[in-house]
């Protein structure tokens, strides 16, 4: 059975992630929403660089609209912090994210961001898994339409991640003056949903593991403990960088290498 731990679902891709198990999930709320909300709900969908992150997402936006859910879907590859962001923003019902964040390649997940941008609280998830244990003793027939005839109906419309967020960024923290401070930047995305971000507010910085790869190449999995950042801390190092900075995969923790190389964990960074 389908059940939602920290901060979400996560399943074995092809195994217990299919398209069939997310549709069910995607009713869930559907279903959750329909109930729990007095105008027409609507929901702000996200995804990051895993395999079928993107085709995941499609399909969850699919099942809501055909569930009359009004859908703003990412136009690309957006990290949590941005979908809690849009989510707030937007002023919708919900937020998901399709992302495993910091698990192996070989998974993938489904996160729920409550209105306010945070996790969704333990009395929605409860409500929302009581909904698939009902789908599930009864499987209704599942047949939406493609995306692109939702998007001509207007149920489901692109938004972009980036622009707003960075907007709000900018008003919360003095950008100018980090330039000016002309600190070396060494940032590592780990080939998540943090790729390209740093270079937009700090275009002097530079980046490791900076394209698509979902299968997160020698890091084995995208999680910004020292063990991981063995590349980050010889390179932070060698080219005397100011500072190292990682995310996991999907930019929303993050761990830090000092000016001498030595590993600053999240807890410390708080």
């Not at 069939?20 to 729990?36: G, R, S």
């Not at 399709?98 to 997940?109: C, F, K, M, Q, W």
């Not at 000016?180 to 390209?196: E, N, T, W």
């Amino acid at each position: 059975m389908i059940s939602f731990g920290t901060d979400g679902w996560r399943g074995y891709i092809a195994k217990d992630f299919t398209f069939e198990n997310l549709q069910m999930v995607a009713l869930a709320t559907a279903a959750y929403l329909k109930k729990n909300t007095k105008k027409k709900p609507k929901v702000v969908i996200g995804y990051d660089t895993r395999f079928l992150s993107k085709e995941f997402a499609h399909e969850v936006a699919k099942i809501l609209a055909w569930k009359d859910i009004y859908v703003q879907l990412s136009n690309c590859v957006a990290s949590t912090p941005q979908v809690s962001f849009s989510t707030k923003q937007k002023g919708a019902d919900l937020g998901v994210v399709i992302t495993a964040s910091h698990n192996p390649p070989e998974y993938n997940g489904y996160k729920l961001k409550a209105g306010f941008g945070g996790p969704a609280t333990p009395e929605q998830i409860t409500k929302v898994e009581a909904e698939l244990k009902r789908l599930f003793k009864r499987p209704p027939q599942i047949k939406p339409l493609e995306v692109s005839d939702y998007m001509k109906m207007q149920k489901i419309v692109y938004f972009e991640p980036k622009e707003s967020y960075f907007r709000h960024i900018k008003k919360k923290i003095n950008i100018d003056a980090i330039k000016k401070a002309k600190f070396k930047v060494l940032y590592d995305p780990m080939y998540g949903a943090g790729i390209g971000l740093m270079k937009e507010l700090l275009p002097d910085s530079d980046e490791l593991h900076c394209e698509c790869n979902p299968s997160f190449g020698n890091l084995g999995h995208p999680e910004p403990i020292a063990e991981n950042l063995n590349e980050l801390i010889q390179n932070v190092r060698r080219y005397n960088y100011d500072i190292g900075i990682a995310c996991d995969g999907d930019a929303d923790r993050l761990g830090a290498v000092d000016q001498h190389g030595n590993f600053v964990d999240s807890h410390k960074i708080f």
